[in-house]
């Protein structure tokens, strides 16, 4: 993170909801499952932010007229050359051909503005039991960030985002000691105001991205001072250049 005003450089990655598309690798350990059926785009699930970050998803689909917290916008299946076992970084690879296009059509608009809203992706593999079954689909989940937990999706039309400027109920904020992703509704201590494309010849280590960010983030967020999360080495590998700068402000 970099600040003109002193705050903590506590992040040093590009979170997921970057609301970015970046695909975020899950980490909690997957269950047997209760439902055979392959998952269809589509499907609408009411998930806590919990069971968002698991590798599986265990619940049962609900009705999308109901409230829900996450709905299916892509299914999709494991390259020949792959399989369970294989990389953390071959799969995420794989995953990320897939969901993040998905995750742009659903939104829609252009990348600054998808960029600036609290949407997130998560993406599900099958459960142990549905792996041992042959199963190789994955798939790839839209969610909107509150701070700690998911709220429940303010619609299911494609684009899910209005035109700019984003309202409130989906404008991306971020909260203080925290920094987790929220909308800009609930309370907050930085607010998305803007973004660019860092071009650099190879990837720009701290020392030059202060010096770009400090180019390009004050004009966006003035009178308020910046701050601004640095590219990580290995999202500038994925291939990520596009940076947003948030407005310091307490809300």
């Known amino acids: 993170m970099h600040s003109t005003t002193g705050v903590r450089r506590a992040l ?4 997921t909801a970057l609301a970015t598309a970046s695909v975020a690798l899950v980490a909690a350990p997957a269950l047997a499952g209760t439902t055979t059926t392959d998952p269809t785009v589509g499907e609408c699930h009411d998930l806590t932010i919990y069971q968002a970050y698991a590798n599986a998803d265990t619940q049962p689909a609900v009705d999308c007229a109901q409230p829900h917290t996450v709905r299916t916008i892509a299914v999709g299946t494991l390259p020949d050359n792959l399989d369970w076992d294989s990389s953390d970084a071959a799969i995420s690879k794989a995953v990320d051909a897939v969901c993040r ?5 659903a939104l829609g608009r252009n990348e600054s503005t998808r960029l600036m809203a609290a949407y997130g992706l998560f993406w599900f ?4 039991g549905q792996r041992a079954d042959g199963a190789r689909w994955f798939t790839c989940e839209l ?5 700690g937990r998911l709220l429940d999706l303010p619609t299911d039309a494609t684009p899910a985002l209005p035109k700019a400027p984003l309202p409130d109920s989906v404008a991306l904020c971020r909260q203080g000691r925290t920094y987790a992703n929220t909308i800009c509704a ?3 201590a930085y607010r998305a105001a803007g973004t660019f494309v860092m071009r650099h010849d190879g990837y720009p280590g701290k020392k030059a991205q202060d010096r770009i960010l400090h180019k390009h983030c004050p004009a966006m967020t003035a009178p308020d001072p910046y701050v601004a999360w640095y590219l990580t080495r290995p999202s500038w590998k ?3 250049r596009t940076v947003t700068c948030f407005a310091v402000t307490r809300s």
């Not at 040093?12 to 979170?15: H, P, S």
């Not at 593999?125 to 142990?128: G, I, L």
């Open 125 to 128: 593999e099958p459960t142990k």
């Open 143 to 147: 969610g909107l960030y509150g701070g």
């Open 101 to 105: 296009p998905a995750f742009a059509q």
């Open 238 to 240: 994925a291939g990520f």
């Open 186 to 188: 609930r309370k907050h």
């Open 12 to 15: 040093a990655t590009v979170l």
